[in-house]
C-alpha cells in the first residue's frame, strides 16, 4: 500500500449503523501511516462516540459548522484544503440525498460542497432504501457531479433484511483508495488530448457549416482524464461549457484549426478525438454576406481527417480513439471506420436514438478495439460524467498506462 503512505484523508461518518466498521477502517489506514481528520455528524454521533474516534485518528473530531473556537478558521473550507481526500463511510441515506441537492446545513454537507477534492462514498443502508426510486437519482447525480461511489455490496443486514445495500468491506475500501492514489502518480507524466464540440466552417461572414454536437461528452472526458492525474489538453470547438480549472483549453473555429494544434502538441500518450469536425469545408470564402437573390451555389473542399492523419502519422500517440456517431448500422460501421482510420479504439453510440447522444446529458457506447482478442464492449445508458469514468477505467486497464 505504498501509494497510500503519508496521504490526508479526511473522513466523514454519518448516521448509519456501518459506523462501527469506519473505527476499523481509521485504526487501519492510520497503521498505513495516513493522516486521518474526521467529521462526524449529529446522528452519527449517536453510534460512535467522538472519543473512540480521536484515540484511534490521534486527531480532534469536528462536529460543528458553529464553533467559536475555529471560527477564525473556517473548518468548513480548511479542512477540505487539507485533505487530499474526502471519504464519507459509512453515507446514510440521507447526506446522500442532501449533498445530490446541494444542502449545506450541517459541517460535513458543508464540507462537500466547499470541496476541491475527489470525494468518495461509500453507501450503507437498508435494501429498501437503497433500492428506493429517490436513492438511485440521488446517486446517478452524485455520480454526474464525479462523486466516486464505492459499493455497496449484497449480504445480511444489521436489521436481518438480506440485499444490496451493506458497506463495502473495510479492506476494499482501502483497496480502492489505494488503486486511487496509484493512477494519480503514474498518470502525472502522462499526456492527453482530447478534442471536443463541434467546427465552424464560414461560408460568409454571418454563416456557417456546422456539425450537431453539444460537446458535453468530450469535455466530460477531459474532466475524468484530470481526475485521473492526465496532463490533458482541451481542443475545443465552440461550445458553452465550462471545462475543469486543471486542464489546458484551446478554443478553435474550423476543422483546419483544430488539426493544427492537434499535431502541434504530438506527441502525447493519450488521444481521444470526440469532436464532430464537419467532413467539409467552404473552397472560397466569400468576402461579403451572400445575397438572397444572387447565385447562392458554393463549392466544398474536404476537410482534413484529423483521426486518421494523427493515426498514421509518425507521431502517433501510444492509444487513438476515435469516436463515431451512427444513425444505422453501428456495429458494421464502426467496425470499417476502426480499420480505415488506423486507431486503437473506436468509440461508437447511435444518434438515431433521441435520449442519448447530441444535445442530451445521457449516453449509451459500444467500444471496438483493433486488437481483436478483445471483445466489444457496451457501456449502458448514464451521464456522460459516468460513461467518461467507465471509459477512462477501460482504456487505463486495457492498455496498462498503470501497469509497473
Ligand atoms: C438504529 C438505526 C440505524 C440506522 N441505520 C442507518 C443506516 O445504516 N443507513 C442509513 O442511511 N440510515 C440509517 N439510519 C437512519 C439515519 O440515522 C437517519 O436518516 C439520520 O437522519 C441520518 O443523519 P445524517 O445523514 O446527518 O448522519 C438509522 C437509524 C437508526 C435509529
Known amino acids: 500500500m505504498k501509494f497510500l503512505e503519508n496521504k490526508k ?97 450541517d459541517l460535513a454537507s458543508t464540507v462537500i460542497k466547499a470541496s476541491d477534492k475527489k470525494v468518495f462514498l461509500c453507501p450503507a443502508m437498508n435494501v ?38 451493506k458497506m463495502l468491506e473495510v479492506d476494499e475500501i482501502i483497496n480502492q483508495l489505494e488503486i486511487y492514489f496509484k493512477q494519480i502518480s503514474k498518470n502525472k507524466k502522462l499526456k492527453a488530448i482530447v478534442t471536443a464540440g463541434p467546427t465552424q466552417e464560414l461560408i460568409d461572414p454571418v454563416r456557417f457549416i456546422t456539425n450537431r454536437s453539444s460537446g458535453k461528452q468530450g469535455y466530460e472526458i477531459a474532466n475524468s ?13 465552440p461550445t458553452n ?9 484551446i478554443k478553435v473555429k474550423t ?35 451572400i445575397k438572397k437573390n444572387k447565385d447562392q451555389s458554393f463549392d466544398l473542399d474536404l476537410n482534413p481527417d484529423i483521426l486518421e492523419l494523427v493515426s498514421k502519422s509518425n507521431k502517433k500517440p501510444k492509444i487513438v480513439v476515435g469516436f463515431a456517431a451512427e444513425s444505422e448500422n453501428l456495429f458494421d460501421n464502426a467496425r470499417s471506420k476502426l480499420e480505415k482510420k488506423g486507431c486503437d479504439l473506436i468509440v461508437a453510440n447511435d444518434v438515431s436514438n433521441n435520449e442519448i447522444g447530441f444535445e442530451s446529458d445521457f449516453n449509451e ?35 496498462n498506462f498503470f501497469n509497473d
Not at 461549457?241 to 483549453?249: E, F, G, H, V
Not at 502541434?264 to 488521444?271: I, N, R, S
Not at 483493433?370 to 449502458?380: A, F, G, H, L, V
Open 9 to 105: 484523508i479526511l473522513i466523514i461518518i454519518t448516521g448509519g449503523i456501518a459506523a462501527y466498521k469506519t473505527l476499523d477502517l481509521i485504526r487501519k489506514l492510520s497503521k498505513l501511516n495516513c493522516e486521518i481528520k474526521t467529521i462526524l455528524t449529529k446522528s452519527g454521533k449517536e453510534f460512535v462516540t467522538p472519543l473512540s474516534i480521536t484515540s484511534l485518528s490521534k486527531n480532534k473530531v469536528y462536529t460543528d459548522l458553529f464553533s467559536v473556537e475555529n471560527e477564525s478558521e473556517m473548518d468548513h473550507i480548511s479542512l477540505s484544503r487539507w485533505s487530499d481526500l474526502i471519504l464519507v463511510a459509512p453515507a446514510s441515506s440521507n447526506f446522500l440525498t442532501k449533498i445530490s441537492n446541494g444542502f449545506s446545513d
Open 128 to 165: 429498501r432504501m437503497w433500492e428506493h426510486a429517490s436513492n438511485k437519482q440521488n446517486i446517478n447525480t452524485l455520480k454526474s457531479y464525479g462523486y466516486r461511489i464505492l459499493g455497496p455490496e449484497i449480504g445480511e443486514m444489521a436489521c436481518g433484511e438480506f440485499g444490496e445495500g
Open 225 to 237: 482524464l484530470v481526475e485521473n492525474g492526465f496532463d490533458t489538453t482541451l481542443i475545443s470547438g
Open 241 to 249: 461549457l465550462k471545462p475543469n480549472d486543471n486542464l489546458k483549453l
Open 255 to 289: 476543422g483546419e484549426e483544430m488539426h493544427k494544434k492537434t499535431m502541434e502538441l504530438l506527441p502525447c500518450d493519450l488521444a481521444i478525438f470526440t469532436a464532430a469536425v464537419s467532413d467539409f469545408k467552404i473552397k472560397k470564402f466569400n468576402k461579403e454576406k
Open 365 to 399: 457506447v459500444h467500444l471496438f478495439y483493433k486488437d481483436k482478442n478483445i471483445d466489444d464492449e457496451k457501456i449502458p445508458k448514464n451521464f456522460k460524467s459516468v460513461i467518461a469514468d467507465e471509459l477512462i477505467k477501460k482504456i487505463t486497464n486495457k492498455f
